[in-house]
């Protein structure tokens, strides 16, 4: 009988023969040793002759964001698809000489999951810097607009006031303005919390309240803090040892460690602090920071810095067993969020088993999103059993 094994590895050809030890179970009436005519005259499969498969016209691997998953391609005529990491097991021969194409969506860096701390400076020279005007100032209407730009179900904010010490804080993340404020503010008017200042300018206030927060925020939501001061800290409290450990060590959530973006702004001062220690880098190795001059760019700004985008992607791939990666940049074929690149051809005379592939792109923020997976080669389908 010819068995095909469920893995589509290995094909194994068996010839049963029975031997001179007395009736076997099935074969009752037949003699010891002697197999009937019909046995005698059935065709034993030669294990080295290999399936022939009609090749592929094409093959599409594509890959899913996991957050937001769209509907993958459907297969076509001229077009089988594949999706995710794997591993894919495919007959050799349905691939020779077929051509495969990567295609997939990436994941909006919006709509991950997002924690966000605002840590605003309250002390006295706020008043000249910011001041109030009604019932608003620039630092309310930068938090303001940062929500509204953010807030799309998967981001949510807590707000942390210093000024001598830390001058009032909410209690928590909320996933709405309007339950952020109420808790802030005790119910009463917000220009109140964040536009009225007196004291010194005590970072290190600000910075630690932001720390505990985080702590019982969400696991898999990236930690970002939006840090608006005039600067001039205290003596002694500037913060830098806090940020430092925010941003090398994390913070801890359930016993493990989340690193915390820092992106800071200046208004109107000449301290350099909050630029060279307090911020994190971007990507590109450039501080997250911003001068304003004037309290109406200060929504721009803090909302520019808040705005994440994709800012490197690739797809390496190789055949099992090599070492180097053919690289291709994801960035020169993204549209939009979806990609597909050129075609490639892939090589099955050369001994090894498949190709394996790392999918990594990165935001802004240098939060990184990486998978990979195999595509196996095999001389039987995984799909198909034949049964004796």
Not at 40 to 50: G, I, L, N, Q, S
Request: include cysteine.
């Amino acid at each position: 009988m010819q068995v095909r094994l469920k893995t589509g590895i290995i094909v194994v050809s068996i010839l049963t023969i029975l031997g001179g030890c007395g009736n076997d179970a099935g074969f009752t009436g037949q003699s010891p040793g002697k197999r009937s005519t019909d046995d005698a005259t059935k065709k034993v499969p030669d294990p080295k002759v290999e399936e022939t498969f009609e090749p592929y016209a094409a093959l599409n691997w594509f890959w899913q964001c996991d957050t937001s998953p769209v509907p993958k391609p459907a297969d076509k005529p001229s077009e089988h698809v594949v999706e995710g990491t794997g591993p894919h097991s495919i007959a050799a021969g349905k691939l020779k000489g077929t051509p495969v194409i990567f295609s997939g969506h990436l994941c909006e860096p919006q709509r991950r999951q997002r924690d966000i701390v605002f840590v605003v400076d309250v002390s006295g020279s706020m008043n000249e810097n910011d001041p109030r005007v009604g019932n608003t100032c620039g630092r309310l209407q930068a938090i303001e607009s940062v929500m509204a730009s953010v807030s799309n179900g998967n981001a949510n904010f807590a707000i942390v006031t210093f000024g001598t010490g830390n001058t009032r804080s909410s209690s928590k993340l909320f996933d709405n303005q309007a339950a952020l404020f109420a808790d802030v503010s005790g119910g009463q008017n917000i220009a109140d919390v964040l536009c009225d200042a007196a004291g010194g300018t005590n970072y290190d206030a600000g910075l630690t309240r932001a720390a505990e927060l985080l702590q019982f925020s969400r696991e898999k939501a990236g930690k970002e803090v939006y840090f608006v001061s005039d600067g001039k800290p205290n003596g002694g409290q500037d913060g830098i040892a806090i940020a430092t450990s925010m941003k090398n060590t994390g913070v801890a959530i359930n016993g493990a460690l989340h690193l915390v973006t820092i992106a800071t702004v200046m208004m109107a001062g000449v301290d350099e602090v909050l630029e060279k220690f307090i911020a994190s880098v971007d990507s590109n190795g450039k501080p997250m920071h911003a001068f304003v001059s004037q309290t109406a760019e200060l929504a721009k700004v803090l909302t520019e810095l808040s705005d994440n985008e994709i800012v490197g992607a690739e797809l390496r791939y190789r055949q099992i067993g090599t070492t180097d990666y053919t690289v291709l940049n994801l960035l020169d074929y993204l549209q939009g969020f979806d990609f597909v690149l050129p075609s490639i051809n892939i090589n099955l005379e050369n001994g090894t088993e498949g190709l394996e592939v790392v999918y990594e792109y990165f935001d802004k923020q240098d939060n990184r999103y990486t998978t990979g997976g195999k595509l196996l080669w095999t001389q039987v389908s995984s799909e198909e059993v034949i049964k004796p």
